[in-house]
């Protein structure tokens, strides 16, 4: 399996323009996860699914942050607009529960920065 | 949630054996104890997790204090591909089995060569 897979690596946009990410999860694993680091707030769970469905939303910042996962094997992440406190790095993960002694799975990450 | 504490920094020679430690005295009966690290510009990555008992794995043993106020990861080997930051991490499953990760700050461990 090519694990999590993430896009694009980098991301580098204007305020006030929209960012959409992209994550393609593990095949088969039911559970996907957002996360979001920064060097001030570290590692932040900001929403995450089951069955394409969205469980818990309440990290997500603002309004300005949506999600979604149309099927069990795509979600993304999409701010509108971006501000420049957006800037960190947004993780993508998945997990089993079927198979949860094998943990999260994480992807490399998008790190998006808004000028 | 209940919370952990772990040394910030932490180094390590070469090929010695390393024990992070981890303090989590407000654990509850059903919480997991769950380890990642996070090599540097790469994602986070499983280590090892367990409840009651000592744990190994390929990648590390987990020591688990008899009365679960704190756990010991052990690398027995550290190498240079080790250098990441480690967290240590309660893990509480709801009804549902859905579990969600809290993640601290981590130890940053440093392998001298």
């Known amino acids: 399996d090519a694990g999590v897979i993430q896009s694009p690596r980098h991301e580098v946009t204007e305020m006030g323009q929209e960012v959409t990410l992209r994550c393609k999860p593990i095949s088969g694993h039911d559970y996907l996860f957002w996360y979001r680091q920064t060097m001030m707030r570290g590692l932040e769970l900001l929403i995450y699914f089951n069955n394409n469905v969205p469980i818990d939303d309440s990290g997500m910042p603002e309004d300005r942050f949506s999600a979604k996962m149309p099927n069990a094997s795509f979600s993304t992440l999409k701010i509108q607009p971006s501000e420049p406190r957006d800037s960190a790095v947004y993780f993508c993960?998945?997990?089993?529960?079927?198979?949860?002694?094998?943990?999260?799975?994480f992807g490399s990450g998008t790190r998006l920065t808004v000028v | 949630d209940a919370k952990t504490t772990q040394p910030n920094s932490m180094e390590s020679n070469e090929e010695e054996p390393v024990h992070l430690p981890c303090n989590h005295s407000?654990?509850?009966?059903?919480?997991?104890i769950h380890w990642y690290r996070q090599l540097p510009s790469q994602g986070p990555e499983y280590v090892i997790h367990?409840?009651?008992s000592n744990v190994n794995n390929r990648m590390a043993s987990l020591a688990i204090a008899e009365d679960r106020k704190s756990s010991t990861l052990i690398l027995h080997r550290a190498t240079l591909r080790d250098a990441a930051v480690y967290y240590c991490?309660?893990?509480?499953?709801?009804?549902?089995?859905?579990?969600?990760?809290?993640f601290g700050k981590g130890t940053k461990l440093s392998v001298i060569p």
């Open positions: 407000t654990i509850s009966g059903t919480d997991y």
């Open positions: 991490i309660l893990c509480r499953q709801s009804w549902a089995g859905s579990y969600q990760l809290t």
């Open positions: 367990g409840l009651t």
């Open positions: 993960a998945s997990s089993s529960y079927r198979d949860r002694d094998g943990g999260y799975t």
